[in-house]
């Protein structure tokens, strides 16, 4: 079992997005500890995707700073920050539907020896051996994840649920230091939610992979997460363990969308 420490894995100083007249996100800071699993809620369009692609570098934020293991990361390219150990999946599923489920592991891995494999291409020396090491971690994903039996499978041809499976699979195949999963069980029955909670708990568990995931409600988030950060019209209203996050007056007040009263 992963131990927590107190050392920061992401830390968010006073981020600001703005996008023409809208501001998304209000000068946002919170850190997330390594080992953790920390969770982003709140209403829709709130933020909480925005802010993931601040943090892995597909917006640059127009104001504050954003530090991966103690180091500035906010003008890095998103190459280079997913090169340091940022994973993420997607909200809609962003995988290649027409190829097969080890196909898209194998890009996940290297996107350059994915091409390889696509075009049925030779392998010598460095190239090979990389290819044999690829090939043995996406194994030990395609364990962990119980996903043998749909490895031949074209992933557009597989349940919703699966498919889900396999995007994360894709992003654990980098061998990431932090994963950032944006509403990973959105869509799913509950027998599918539970199966990917119980996966996001073992990454954090089994690999001691430090989580950052949105969930729009607070369903799963509730049962997992260690914290919690509440996001409402870009602000960020709370923060706390989810016990304290399911108390608090701004969360509620927030989900109902009351000005005031509420229980
Ligand atoms: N590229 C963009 N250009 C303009 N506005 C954007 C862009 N991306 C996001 N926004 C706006 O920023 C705000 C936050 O959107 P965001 O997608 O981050 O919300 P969210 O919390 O992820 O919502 P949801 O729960 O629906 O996924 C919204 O008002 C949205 O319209
Ligand atoms: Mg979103």
Known sequence: ??????????????????????????KVGFQVREGELFALIGPNGAGKSTLFNCINGIYK??????????????????????????????QNIALFHRMSVLDNLLLGRNPVLGAGVLR?????????????????????IIDFLEIERFRKQIVGSLPFGIQRRIELGRALAMKPK???????VSGMNSEEREDMARF???????????????????????????????????????????????ADRHVIQAYLGEEEGAP
């Open 120 to 140: 049925g291409g030779l392998f010598f020396g460095r190239a090979l051996r990389e290819e044999l090491e690829a090939r043995e971690a996406i194994e030990k």
């Open 61 to 90: 934020p127009t104001e504050g700073s954003i530090f991966f293991r103690g180091r500035d990361i906010t003008a890095f390219s998103p190459f280079k920050i997913a090169h340091m150990g940022i994973a993420r999946t997607f």
């Open 178 to 184: 932090v994963l950032l999963l944006d509403e990973p």
């Open 200 to 246: 996001i708990l073992d990454i954090k568990e089994e690999l001691g992979t430090t989580v950052v995931l949105i969930d729009h409600d607070m369903g799963v988030v509730m049962d997992i997460a260690d914290r919690i950060v509440v996001l409402n019209f870009g602000i960020k209203i709370a923060e706390g363990t989810p016990e304290a996050i399911a």
């Open 1 to 26: 079992m992963a131990v927590m420490s107190q050392a920061s894995a992401l830390e968010l100083r006073g981020v600001s997005m703005q996008f023409g007249g809208v501001q998304a996100i209000k």
